[in-house]
């Protein structure tokens, strides 16, 4: 059964550079296959992993729903559409992604991500481990991208409204029973030691507080000449917090007796 880690917070804090630098991690520490799902209808994960992503879940439907003539003779509607939306897939070496991108009407997601969550459901089955990079804030936990999380990285800023939505989100996974098995907190591009009011607004939370992910100039460099974060070097202070991270989870995970698959 695949590990399962999404990562999610407010918009701007992070998640994607997060969500791609934890999938680097787990190629360095070879356990391939994974599968990166960019839940965002706003999709960035596919240039941060340096993926193509010619076509996302939300286009196939538009395209379908425009077309429904080119359904072949005794193929059902569904089973057709499972075939067109392998098509989203796009393959790398250890790693695969599919985008759930846009849906077919003006600012309508719902139904892009229920065929996403049903696709991703049996695709997981054929992965070690799949990492899901969450839109934005709170509406996308009630179409549930997923039905089992393992990790639930909540992503915040060094900021009392960064903590705040974190916690405003927590919140929510709690109230709608969402299957999380353990929810942490990691801060993006803050430095040490941090200000005595956010370290006593993280204490608010009860949350652990799993790492911090640095401001990192390669980063910035990497992103103005148009490369992925994969081609980020294993000293980058972002690599090795992500690392850092990544390790305690799976730490965590071996400690509650959780098989966890690596290739030696």
């Not at 640095?214 to 081609?231: K, N, Q």
Request: proline share 6%; charged share 25%; net charge neutral.
């Amino acid at each position: 059964m695949a590990y399962r880690i999404a990562v999610g917070g407010k918009g701007g804090v992070g998640k994607t550079t997060l969500a791609a630098l934890i999938v680097r991690a787990l190629l360095k520490q070879g356990r391939a296959p994974i599968l990166a799902v960019d839940a965002d209808p706003n999709t960035n994960l596919p240039e941060a992993l340096g993926l193509p992503c010619e076509h996302t879940v939300g286009s196939i439907l538009a395209q379908f729903i425009e077309d429904k003539t080119s359904i072949p003779p005794g193929m059902t509607k569904e089973s057709f559409l499972q075939v067109k939306m392998n098509a989203a897939i796009s393959e790398g070496r250890g790693v695969d992604l599919i985008a759930m991108g846009r849906g077919e009407g003006p600012g309508c997601y719902c139904y892009p991500n229920l065929m996403l969550r049903g696709f991703v459901e049996k695709l997981a089955e054929n992965y070690s481990y799949v990492v899901f990079d969450n839109e934005a804030g709170m509406e996308h936990l009630s179409r549930r991208t997923s039905e089992r999380i393992d990790d639930m990285l909540l992503v915040s800023d060094p900021s009392i409204r960064g903590l705040r939505s974190v916690g405003r989100i927590h919140e929510l996974i709690r109230e709608l029973k969402l299957d999380v098995a353990r929810i942490s907190l990691v801060l993006s591009r803050a430095s040490t030691p941090l200000p005595g009011v956010l370290e006593e607004e993280i204490r608010r939370l009860g949350l652990p507080w799993v790492g911090t992910v640095p401001a990192d100039a390669e980063i910035e460099a990497l992103d103005l000449a148009r490369r992925p974060l994969t081609d980020l070097s294993d000293s980058s202070p972002a690599v090795l917090a992500c690392e850092k991270i990544l390790n305690s989870l799976l730490d965590s995970a071996v400690r509650s007796d959780r098989k966890l698959a690596v290739r030696p």
